[in-house]
């Protein structure tokens, strides 16, 4: 069943008096050491959970209470184990991560050697590829200083075109087949909103930033309808795996929106899926026709939110920023968009009453959307639709407090203060610092942040982000003291920012988020206590099995040794 926009929703009270007036339970979950935040936000366990058979949790707290609620329903046995609500990533890219899982992952590479070392492998197991595709490599990991150029990944493969995405997907790779097919010259002139990478005698190096990578997109063949069918299920189970009830789609297309459907519809998604139609552009007029899709498929699918780019990303340098970067002062970076091009998009989206998702990274750009939104919400009145800034990295102290002013989500992802702090002090200062992955200001101020991963720039993994959240280091434990340990989260917060407050930001947390009467049944079981733990080992928690509206999609696999003799 279709819900437009436009229609009232039940209130949780409303509905929990009506399941527990109409649902007959028939899955208790017991034996479990629950937790799960209530309506006032704070942390309380369980250990029974009770179920009806359309997934919507009917009882949940004591054995016996749960039992005397729930009487002839079918027990499963929890062993004790770690029972938690499902948690939701509110800033990913599902077919992104698909697309990773099928291509070469550079992640791990240290040095351009071993880069080019495991392309070379890859190309030669792929021989049949048209293209040699990739994505994660990151310089700054190498020590290079630079950018890698296309006559060394020549030296790997020649024969056939390459495109490398960086680890932030804001810059390409390309050897010298892709620039020849994509038309790059010398003489390209770079494009609004990106840039050729060009060495000091002005040749084009192979590198191409933000929207320079767009000539090299119109000439990569598209997937066909199986790739993406794959794609989808390699993404889904990974998120299972993970422990991800639900995601936040950062830029979907029509092709895209018409396969979720096709999911939702024949009971093929193991996660709640809220989409943002990537841009205003032709995607978003067909797509909006009927304004925003909202509870599809029983809360599976939405199409609620539009996602904008507006500037780069910070380790290519791309970030809009106000004053030059520290390590390069000739760059201030790229504004994608003036500010009457910005207003017009965001007013556009407003008008057929979606919720606006600005992706800005630097703090010119933060600025920008923050007067843009001042100006467009009270215009359009859109203070209801929860409009958010997709990361919200660094921020002009100044302007932190307009976010709540202006009633502005900030989706913030916990692990990219963990990956960039290999770079991040060199490109803004000292100074600037004090604004960049400012999560302790943001909450001090009663902001709520929805949390991601920005997958698959990051893991999907949320309990690295829980674990970055309140360590402030990497898994490795590095810094020893945290990094900017005074802007931390506590637990808790780490918690809700990947459960209740992703689902606001998602307008779902009357049906998401915790686990409530009235709610849907999403859970985890995990293998250890989140709340008893370290909490510098909270990334090595592992996920055992994943529900999702009362329907376990997910468990791991338990490999039993061989018998010898």
């Known amino acids: 069943m279709r819900l437009r926009h436009k229609q009232a929703r039940p ?11 109409t649902a007959h339970a028939t899955t208790v979950i017991d034996n479990a050491n629950g937790y799960t935040l209530n309506a006032k936000g704070d942390v309380v366990q369980f250990a029974a959970l009770a179920f ?56 791990a590479t240290t040095s351009l050697p071993q880069a080019l070392a495991a392309i070379r492998d890859y190309a030669r197991a792929n021989a049949g590829a048209a293209w040699v595709r990739g994505r994660g490599w990151n310089q700054e990991n190498w020590k290079l200083g630079r950018f890698p150029t296309a006559r ?20 390409g790779w390309a050897n010298g087949r892709a620039l020849a097919l994509a038309g790059i010259t010398d003489t390209t002139p770079d494009p609004a909103g990106g840039k050729i990478v060009r060495d000091a005698a002005g040749h084009a190096t192979g590198v191409l930033v933000d929207a320079a990578q767009a000539m090299v997109y119109k000439v990569l063949p598209q997937p066909t309808g199986q790739e993406a069918r794959t794609m989808l299920d390699r993404a889904l189970d990974k998120m299972a795996s993970v422990g991800l ?44 026709n009927n304004g925003p899709l909202i509870g599809y ?83 359009h009145h859109g ?14 102290p100044a302007d932190i407090p307009r976010f709540k002013r202006v009633g502005i989500i900030p989706s913030m992802q916990p692990t990219h203060a963990t990956s960039d702090r290999n770079m991040a002090e060199q490109r803004i200062g000292p100074e600037r610092m004090k604004g960049a992955y400012a999560w302790r200001s943001f909450l001090a101020q009663g902001s709520r942040i929805a949390c991601g991963s920005d997958f698959p720039v990051e893991s999907p993994n949320p309990f690295f982000g829980i674990h970055a959240a309140v360590t402030r280091q990497d898994a490795a434990g590095n810094p020893i003291a945290g990094w900017y340990p005074e802007q931390a989260m506590s637990l808790k917060e780490a918690f809700r920012c990947f459960t209740l407050d992703a689902a606001y930001a998602g307008h779902q947390e ?44 997910w468990q791991k696999k338990i490999t039993r040794p061989r018998r010898v003799g």
Request: glycine share 10%; no cysteine; charged share 25%.
């Open 383 to 396: 203070a209801a639709l929860r409009h958010r800034i997709e990361h919200a990295q660094v921020v002009a």
């Open 11 to 21: 209130t949780l009270i409303a509905l929990a008096l009506a399941f527990a007036a």
């Open 245 to 288: 009830t639900g995601a936040h789609d950062a830029g979907v297309k029509v092709g895209q929106d018409r396969l979720y459907r096709d999911y939702a519809d024949h009971g093929k998604l193991t996660a709640r899926i809220y989409a943002m139609i990537g841009g205003t552009g032709a995607d978003f007029d067909r797509l909006s």
């Open 510 to 553: 009357k049906a998401l988020g915790s686990l409530e009467v009235g709610k849907y049944a999403d859970f985890i079981v995990v293998d250890q206590d989140l709340f008893k733990m370290s909490p510098y080992d909270i990334h090595k928690i592992g996920v055992l099995q994943t529900w999702v509206g009362g329907r376990q999609v």
């Open 152 to 171: 060394e990944l020549d030296g790997a493969v020649a024969d056939r075109p390459v495109w490398l995405e960086r680890v932030d997907g804001h810059a």
């Open 52 to 107: 009806d058979d359309a997934g919507r949790i009917v009882a949940v707290g004591s054995a016996s209470d749960v039992a005397t609620k729930a009487p002839q329903a079918r027990h499963v046995d929890m062993a004790g184990r770690t029972v938690l609500p499902g948690l939701i990533d509110a800033h990913g890219h599902v077919f992104g991560l698909g697309e990773m899982l099928m291509q070469l992952d550079l992640s």
């Open 297 to 379: 498929a029983h809360d599976m699918y939405a199409l609620r939110a539009v996602k904008l780019y507006a500037d780069g990303a910070l380790g290519s340098r791309g970030a809009a920023l106000l004053a030059p970067y520290t390590d390069d002062p000739h760059s201030h970076g790229l504004l994608f968009h003036s500010n009457e091009e910005i207003d017009a998009m965001i007013a556009k989206a407003m008008r057929k009453g979606y919720q606006v998702n600005v992706h800005a990274i630097g703090d010119a750009d933060n600025r920008q959307i923050l007067d843009a939104f001042a100006k467009e919400i009270p215009a």
